[in-house]
């Protein structure tokens, strides 16, 4: 009997981890889209912590880690910076987590990437076209501007590195890079 309860924990412990969600892989919606919501945004932006937690000579502080970022699905139009209608539901849950008070002094990057078909010298434009789009739709709803950078990254970043072509690949990345200096 005691030695069948280490195997009973293991297996617990391995279905509780095996059941989180990591924050830059959102649960597909109900049209089977990929839609993080504000909240979801918000905590992979920034991510709970405790303040001064020392355990064992690890020390844990309040800087935003360096990971504070998080893949959206954003779709576009075809070769295109165009967004799609569908991308409208993504974006205002990303103005709304952006306007909230947990991030509202905070500056972002906006990211573009893409898969690896075309040239790259292609990719790398579209990618920054891309993320100039997502950019203007924040700022045209509420987001000021001088919070947001903008870079294209092409298909060098790819999520899928073994499948370059992935749609997957195809994102735009936000990403946390410090507190607003005009706002402070």
């Known amino acids: 009997m005691i030695a069948a309860r280490p195997c009973w924990m293991g297996l617990a412990c391995a279905l509780l981890l095996s059941a989180q969600v990591r924050a830059d892989e959102p649960p597909a919606s109900a049209d089977g889209s990929t839609v993080m919501t504000d909240a979801e945004i918000e905590r992979a932006l920034k991510p709970e912590h405790t303040r001064g937690l020392h355990l064992r000579g690890l020390k844990r502080s309040d800087a935003a880690p360096d990971d504070a970022a998080v893949n ?23 103005k709304s987590a952006l306007t909230s008070e947990l991030l509202l002094h905070d500056r972002f990057l906006v990211a573009g990437h893409t898969d690896s078909k075309g040239s790259a010298k292609y990719n790398h434009e579209l990618s920054v076209r891309r993320a100039e789009s997502v950019k203007r739709f924040l700022v045209g709803n509420g987001v000021g501007a001088a919070r947001l950078d903008v870079v294209g990254y092409g298909g060098d970043h790819p999520l899928e590195p073994d499948r370059p072509d992935d749609p997957k690949n195809r994102r735009v990345e936000i990403r946390l890079i410090g507190e607003d200096a005009a706002a402070n």
Do not use: C, G
């Not at 959206?72 to 990303?94: G, I, M, R």
């Open 72 to 94: 959206l699905n954003v779709p576009f139009e075809y070769n295109s910076s165009d967004l799609k209608p569908e991308a409208f539901t993504q974006l205002n849950q990303l």
